[in-house]
């Protein structure tokens, strides 16, 4: 944690007022550290919401403070799913650049020779000709345009999701809603080469369409509405076995 919250200050120039702690986990011994380093709250995985004790109000869609006085918001399991699962997430698409194949493993060898490792070991180069297809090794190749409307069509997904998600929940509750959306950040660019782009185009839509829903950080969501209910957070993890 401390090298955590080093590393924030280095780069950014002032303290953290958040974290989220590795694998979204949490035990409740942590809390003392957590305000030792002057931390006001942290994400952590949804079931560290949902089976906290009491039984929050809201789920998710409300922060909660623990009895040391962290303040605890939950993933979103439905924005997760959309954009997290290997089933139907959008990084799936198959217009999208293939991650797996690049041209320091499929090119001939002796072409690409002086281009890989200084011992003749292929390696990644960065450069990728193909989409991800469908679960074949048989990779069409990559067409940017393509990929580009996928990335614009599921931010429309997205976005309408959120419009619908939020304007139900805002029924019920006496605050706004938050949905908390957490998601790695090598995700975008790296595993998922269109996310930036994806990212831009929802951005764009959220400052310029008639949304019900605003961005908002967790920080600026606890200096809005202060008062949350007290609860005691489930120890949780979204790591491997979790707890």
Not at 202 to 228: A, H, Q, R, V, W
Request: glycine letters at 8%.
């Amino acid at each position: 944690m401390l090298y955590g919250v080093q590393t924030y200050e280095k780069y950014l120039g002032r303290k953290p007022r958040g974290i989220w702690l590795p694998e979204c986990g949490y035990v409740p011994e942590a809390d003392k550290y957590l305000k030792e380093f002057g931390i006001e709250y942290i994400i952590t995985e949804s079931h560290g919401i949902l089976y906290a004790n009491p039984a929050p109000v809201y789920g998710t869609f409300a922060p909660i403070v623990s009895p040391g006085g962290i303040v605890a918001f939950g993933r979103d399991l439905e924005s997760s799913r959309q954009v997290w699962s290997s089933v139907c997430g959008y990084p799936g698409d198959y217009n999208y650049r293939e991650f797996y194949r690049d041209i320091g493993y499929d090119a001939d060898y002796e072409y690409i020779k002086p281009y890989i490792a200084h011992d003749g070991v292929r390696v990644n180069t960065g450069i990728k000709y193909h989409r991800i297809t469908g679960k074949t090794e048989n990779k069409d190749l990559y067409d940017v345009r393509w990929a580009m409307d996928s990335a614009e069509k599921q931010a429309g997904h997205f976005f309408d999701s959120r419009e619908t998600q939020i304007t139900n929940l805002a029924k019920h509750m006496q605050t706004p809603p938050i949905v908390l959306c957490p998601y790695d950040a090598e995700l975008f660019g790296h595993w998922w080469y269109e996310g930036p782009y994806w990212l831009y185009i929802l951005f764009k839509k959220i400052y310029y369409d008639n949304s019900s829903f605003k961005l908002i950080t967790p920080g600026e969501y606890i200096d809005k509405y202060p008062e949350m209910q007290e609860c005691s957070p489930c120890r949780s993890s979204w790591g491997a076995n979790r707890i």
